[in-house]
């Protein structure tokens, strides 16, 4: 190969032997030169770099927290001071500082520039707690936390509530801040005494101390005593025990003493017999017997025991101190004959529960109140309390009942409503017409076919208002009842009777009355309609037919025609009918009878019947509990009937102040209806048992 310089101008060089079957090699590029590649390489990088730069945004990010922190970037980031450079995308960024918990978090990096604020959770702080007294039982924000001493105690940061206990100490509660980010904090806490020391002195001494019952030692002493209320006692042999309570407040220590003990006291348990006696100690009143006595001791006291009837016991008692006795008095009674007259002769006589003979029987018997109890099988008990004489005999004479005797003694011959209506009671049973004939026979004037002769028999005691009821009664039921006028003349005064009434309405304030007063209710009612009714209930109710024509028409063994006798017409105003002053409202009246009323007189204003009952014949015609029908004649006899359960209309019975005729007055009359009228009220009744 020929070469620079002018030397080698002329020189011949052999040429190079190249064979023929090898190919020509191509004549290889000139090497780069490094400062071509550098070039090259700086204007690649240029423009990477001017491409990222036109196509990153900036990411700021802030990390709060009192340490300087650390933060790094995932993937290609340029920092710059708290910025970074990032193209958009997905980035994990984490930052981490002294004290406190790492944080990665991804941050999602778009089209604008974007500020990410990184809140760092600082550690627990480390606390340190000793106590004095050790042991004490820590709680941080009410949660336990352990027992004095503890060391490099997990907290969290900020204020925290610290309780601190320990026993036979105060409370201590105060509030810690916590510094957190893993430092270190002490605490020495102190806790103040919850007790007083007290100072016990007793004369004599070596008494034992008992604190709310608790032994603490003997006198003497000086004890802790915790904080409050206390009972102290002391306690000694053969002397009575002295207690005091005590309010220790912590820290103030107090003396007690020298405290001094009195003897104890004797006890004696007295009994006697009889017991129940009356006991005095040195006269004054103990109680009665059996009982225990306390009393000073090695002194000497007057016992006295003495019970009705008996011999008094006198003596003294005397005991060391501490001492305990029992003693037991034998009374002697002082006795009274009482001779006993029974009837039956059989019958057993009874004093204080115990049987003492049969028929007539003489006893001694103490000179007290003794329970006496004659009885016999089928008889009604009889009791008496009789107190015997010393010297002087006593004669008690019994003649027993039978239970139906007995039963119908123990019910009140009348009763009285709470609002004032008096009724009588009724045992037609006993009378002579305890079976009767019902109606009237075909043959007597003005007989109506509606008054068939049938037997009836009332068994059952009965209550029957001695009057009808006034409207001053009704209106305690219901207020706004107003029995109404005719022709000008007042049907509503208080003590005139309630008309205007339905049959309903009677049976409902039969109801009303009964539930007032206590007693079952004689009517079922639905929805406010009387539907039937419990012929075994004992409450208000409105009379049988049977009982109404037994109440107005029985005189001994006679059953009366008109309620003054048998003669038409009377002859004297004995009812309240349609007289000679109301023809201008009735149009048709009794001729020359005068009874002084219009219409409707005041209840009670004529005298009254046999069985003291008020306006049976008269004033108002009355409603009764039986649903209307006509008997059948010549049927069996029904014995206390009460009509059917139910039906369209009811049975009125008695006349009233616009009736005159003969049918009318007379006591077997029947009529019937449903709706109120003004001459129509009602009387209750109910069943004794």
């Not at 006890?267 to 040195?282: C, E, F, H, Q």
């Not at 105003?573 to 349609?578: G, I, K, L, W």
């Not at 001729?591 to 069985?611: E, I, L, M, R």
């Amino acid at each position: 190969m020929a070469g620079n310089s002018p030397d080698a101008k002329d020189i011949i060089a052999p040429s190079e032997f190249i064979p023929l079957d090898k190919q020509t090699a191509p004549t290889p590029a000139p090497a780069a030169k490094p400062r071509q590649l550098a070039l090259y390489g700086s204007f690649v990088l240029a423009a990477l770099l001017l491409t990222f730069l036109v196509t990153a945004r900036s990411l700021h990010v802030e990390v709060v927290a009192e340490s300087p922190a650390a933060v790094s970037v995932s993937g290609l980031a340029l920092p710059l001071g708290e910025h970074y450079l990032l193209r958009a995308g997905e980035y994990e960024v984490t930052a981490t500082a002294l004290g406190y918990r790492p944080l990665v978090t991804t941050v999602r990096v778009g089209d604008e520039d974007q500020r990410v604020e990184l809140i760092l959770q600082p550690l627990p702080g480390r606390l340190t707690i000793d106590t004095i007294p050790p042991g004490a039982r820590v709680t941080i924000d009410g949660d336990p936390a352990g027992e004095t001493p503890l060391r490099d105690l997990p907290v969290p940061e900020g204020a925290r509530r610290l309780r601190v206990e320990a026993p036979r100490h105060l409370p201590l509660v105060q509030t810690v801040e916590v510094e957190g980010r893993d430092m270190q904090q002490q605490l020495q806490l102190q806790l103040s005494p919850a007790w007083a020391e007290v100072t016990v002195t007793s004369n004599p001494a070596g008494a034992a101390v008992l604190v709310d019952g608790e032994a603490i030692g003997e006198t003497p002493l000086v004890a802790e005593i915790l904080q409050g209320e206390r009972q102290l006692i002391l306690q000694k042999a053969t002397f009575a025990d002295w207690q005091q309570s005590l309010d220790i407040t912590p820290g103030e220590d107090r003396s007690l003493g020298p405290i001094t003990l009195q003897p104890a006291l004797g006890t004696l348990a007295l009994s006697s017999v009889p017991a129940g006696a009356n006991v005095t100690l040195d006269g004054e009143f103990q109680g009665q017997t059996p009982l225990t006595l306390e009393f000073t001791p090695t002194e000497e006291h007057r016992l006295a025991v003495f019970k009705p009837g008996y011999a008094r016991y006198n003596g003294t008692v005397e005991l060391p101190p501490g001492a305990t006795d029992e003693r037991v008095i034998n009374l002697v009674a002082r006795l009274g004959e009482v001779r006993f007259r029974v009837k039956p002769a059989d019958a057993m006589v009874s004093v204080n529960g115990k049987p003492q003979g049969k028929g007539n029987v003489t006893l001694s018997l103490p000179a007290v109140a003794h329970n006496i109890a004659i009885s016999r099988e089928g008889y009604a008990t009889a009791r008496r309390r009789v107190t015997p004489r010393p010297g002087l005999a006593q004669l008690v004479e019994v003649s027993l009942q039978t239970q139906e005797e007995a039963s119908v003694a123990r019910i009140p011959p009348e009763v009285t409503t709470p609002l004032g209506q008096t009724l009588l009671l009724f045992n037609p049973a006993d009378s002579p017409l305890a079976n009767f004939t019902m109606g009237a026979s075909r043959r007597d004037p003005g007989r109506r076919a509606n008054e068939v002769l049938h037997s009836v028999s009332l068994q059952r005691m009965f209550y029957l208002q001695t009057t009808e009821v006034t409207n001053a009664q009704f209106r305690q039921f219901q207020p706004s009842h107003t029995s109404g006028q005719v022709s000008g003349n007042s049907l509503n005064r208080d003590h005139q009777p309630a008309v205007q009434v339905s049959w309903q309405q009677a049976a409902a304030f039969c109801n009303w009355l009964s539930a007032k007063e206590g007693l079952p209710q004689f009517y079922r009612q639905q929805n406010g309609i009387v539907t039937g009714f419990n012929p075994r209930a004992t409450g208000y109710r409105l009379p049988s037919e049977a009982e109404w024509a037994w109440a107005a028409r029985a005189n001994g063994a006679t059953l009366l025609l008109f309620p003054w006798g048998e003669t038409f017409p009377p002859t004297q105003p004995v009812e309240n009918y349609a007289d000679n002053t109301s023809a201008y409202v009735t149009g048709r009246i009794l001729n020359n009878y005068k009874d002084g009323h219009v219409v409707s007189a005041t209840v009670a204003s004529f005298k009254p019947n046999q069985h003291r009952l008020y306006d049976m014949g008269g004033n108002v015609a009355e409603w009764v509990n039986d649903v209307y029908s006509i008997p059948r004649a010549n049927g069996a006899t029904r014995a206390d009937p009460l009509g059917s359960q139910r039906g369209d209309n009811y049975v009125i019975r008695g006349a009233s102040w616009s009736q005159s005729k003969l049918s009318e007055l007379r006591l077997s009359h029947r009529d019937y209806g449903q709706a109120g009228r003004d001459d129509v009220g009602f009387r209750i009744a109910r069943y004794a048992e």
